[in-house]
């Protein structure tokens, strides 16, 4: 009896963390446009919310946080000035919901991470790189919704990526087998070696010029990494000078770029923020204030969906007092 209870109380725990401006414009160029009766155009804010319940309510987790980009230049600007400068700038009418999105979070009790100088690609994997550290639950699964691919480098053991597509209703949950999956054998922690040589117009990273993806997954594959690679074509190796030559001498005069364009796209696990697992402990949606925050922009069909849930709950947890005052 002890030891099951022992095994019980081991029992592997959830975070889900959310990556806020990711999520935002696949919402917003994922829906129609949809405005409240005051013109307010709340799109982003109604599809931000479909997929955050759908991953509550799939993943029941113990913990969530949510994430956000900082406005302004991050050190990958002050490395590299024209990094995404060819990505046409967002609408207002995007922008100008971040705040409602924010705003309802609040009233969700969901605590937000952003720092300054930093992507929210960064913070995301330094709250998740630190959360089996900080608590005392070391093999805490930890799974990021995102929009963003760029995230598929932080998947691991623990952690794992999901995706909404097609409009918010498909998704997929990306653990180690399906990253190497999508990208024909490289493995989540080789992605930033693969941007190193094949580059992100995305972002304007630009890589090894003339290299692309299926070159640079076969170079990946072989070497195994950015580094490997050429200490093989600096002590040219016969394995090194199998490569093409017109190939080879790309790789060898841009050199520096490919290395740069690996830090660029390379995800930072140490950003300086102040972070505590617990604060981000979830007790469940309060009825109050959650109807409350919905009904400022008239999310009736969210409200309803929520409370039929709520009765669901009750009637299969008579015994759980909990259901009457808390959703998911």
């Known amino acids: 009896m002890e030891i099951e209870k022992s ?9 889900l963390v959310i990556d806020g ?3 935002i414009h696949r919402a917003y160029h994922g829906l129609p446009p949809l405005t409240t ?5 709340v799109n982003a804010v109604y599809g931000f919310l479909l997929v955050f319940l759908k991953a509550l309510k799939q993943f029941q987790p113990d ?3 949510a994430v956000f980009d900082f406005p302004g230049p991050t050190f990958r600007h002050k490395e590299f000035k024209d990094y995404k400068a060819k990505r046409p700038k967002a609408p207002d009418e995007l922008y100008e919901q971040i705040p409602r999105i924010k705003q309802i979070l609040r009233a969700f009790n969901v605590p937000i991470f952003e720092k300054q100088g930093f992507e929210a690609d960064d913070i995301i994997g330094t709250i998740s790189s630190q959360a089996p550290q900080k608590q005392i639950y070391p093999d805490i699964e930890t799974i990021i919704i995102t929009g963003d691919l760029d995230a598929l480098q932080l998947v691991n053991k623990n952690t794992k990526v999901f995706i909404p597509r097609r409009g918010l209703k498909d998704t997929i949950l990306y653990d180690q087998e399906k990253v190497k999956e999508r990208y024909q054998g490289i493995r ?3 992605l930033a070696d693969l941007k190193g040589l094949k580059g992100d117009p995305s ?11 299926k070159t640079a997954i076969a170079l990946i594959k072989e070497f195994g990494s950015l580094e490997n690679l050429y200490n093989e074509l600096d002590k040219k190796t016969e394995r090194a000078e199998k490569i093409k030559p017109s190939l080879r001498q790309k790789l060898i005069e841009y050199r520096e770029q490919a290395f740069f364009s690996k830090m660029l796209t390379d995800i930072k696990c140490n950003a300086p923020i102040d972070f ?6 979830w007790k469940g949606l309060d009825k109050v204030k959650a109807i409350n925050a919905l009904k400022r922009f008239e999310f009736h069909s969210i409200i309803k969906r929520l409370l039929t849930q709520n009765r669901q709950n009750k009637e299969s947890n008579d015994n759980d007092n909990i259901h009457n005052r808390r959703l998911f």
Request: glycine share 10%; aromatic share 4%.
């Open 37 to 41: 009766k005051k013109g307010e155009l």
């Open 7 to 15: 095994l019980e109380n081991k029992k592997k725990k959830r975070f």
């Open 276 to 281: 505590n697992l617990k604060d981000c402990q």
């Open 21 to 23: 401006n990711a999520l």
């Open 203 to 213: 972002d304007n990273i630009p890589g090894v010029l003339g290299i692309g993806e």
């Open 63 to 65: 913990y969530v946080a």
């Open 188 to 190: 989540p922690e080789q």
